[in-house]
């Protein structure tokens, strides 16, 4: 069989972006995704509430947003006006406030500080600010870990993300208006156009090289799977979720970080209002949840944090919807180990892994994008190996 073609396995944010990348480089190129629909975890719910598995910004600091930038997929940017922006909130000691606390404020302009990459998180804050200061950096930077214990992971790891998050600069981020589904359908058309030959509903039930390259986006657990590898696996969150729409009210924070117990809150329709019916407010929260933790005890402890910062919520809801992602919130790494100690992209034999666990630079999806990119790379140099080959190997006969 000749070798003419690249597949890729997955058709989320990671899958779109190497096919899309092949096919740039003149690739032939065929995506297979198991669902009916593209996206992975960037479908967003129908509307009139257009609701994300988490939150759905970009960062707009690293080579993946380049890369999205420069073909339109993140264009039509939606921003909350200063007023709605100001409404921001900590929970502490049960309250929310409009504060962070002294500690937090400090450790926030401590740009210029190196984490060890050996040591854990709480060792080494508690060290510099104190216990009770410590917690509540790690409880502040769940937002991004999906993590109840961030303080166990690598200082280096959790240090970096909290100031890109926290730190002196304003952080880059961006909304899209209408969400990762806006962007995914971008990708999506745009893969078609370089003429990706797409089928959703194409479940793969195992890998073949025979015809060119395979680049595997999926999740790392599908993949393990896939590859019948138990190497293939990583460190990562477990978060209970909530989306809830609810009547606008003056009351309602539109970005709440909770330093008790690591929660977060954050109001979509403060930047774009399309996402929801006039008149009300979309907001997706997130509790991550404790080891040994029961589903029902976590969406408790959401439920009291989602009480505390949207007052009344029982008599304004109009929509709401619960979940539970495990094992697919991104990498973590835990102390001794960063992003290059991660599953392999290269796997030998033609094979390519990619998605938010693999080792590659960013934090959660950026990842993907930034694998996905290099895995392309890769496999089109492979496909033109192989096709020289085999032309070689015609004019000899």
Known sequence: MATDHITVIGGGFAGLTAAIACAESGAAVRLYEAHQT?????????????????????????PHYTWLRKR?????????????????GFRIDRRVRKAPPVGMLRAQSRAFLTAPVDLDFHTWAAGRWGERTAAQLAHAISAVTYDADTGRLSAAFVWELFQRVFGPRVPAVRWVRGGWQTVVDRMGERARELGVVIETRARVGEVSTAAGPVIIATELAAARALLADKSLSWTSGHAALLDLAVHSDRRDRNLVFDLDEGGFHESYTMQDDTIAPAGESLFQLQMPVRDNESRADAQARLAAFADAVVPGRAERTTFTRTAVAKGRTGALDLPGQTWRDRPAIERGDG??????????????????????VHAAAAAVAELQRASRGQRAHQIDE
């Open 351 to 372: 094979v390519y892994l990619v998605g938010d666990m693999v080792a590659a630079p960013g934090m959660r999806g950026e990842i993907s994008i930034n694998s996905a």
């Open 72 to 88: 339109g997929f993140v264009a039509g940017l939606g921003l909350p006006s200063p007023r709605q922006a100001a409404r921001i």
């Open 38 to 62: 593209l996206g992975g975890r960037g479908r967003a719910t129908a509307a009139p509430y257009i609701a994300h598995e988490g939150a759905h910004v970009f960062y707009a600091d690293g």
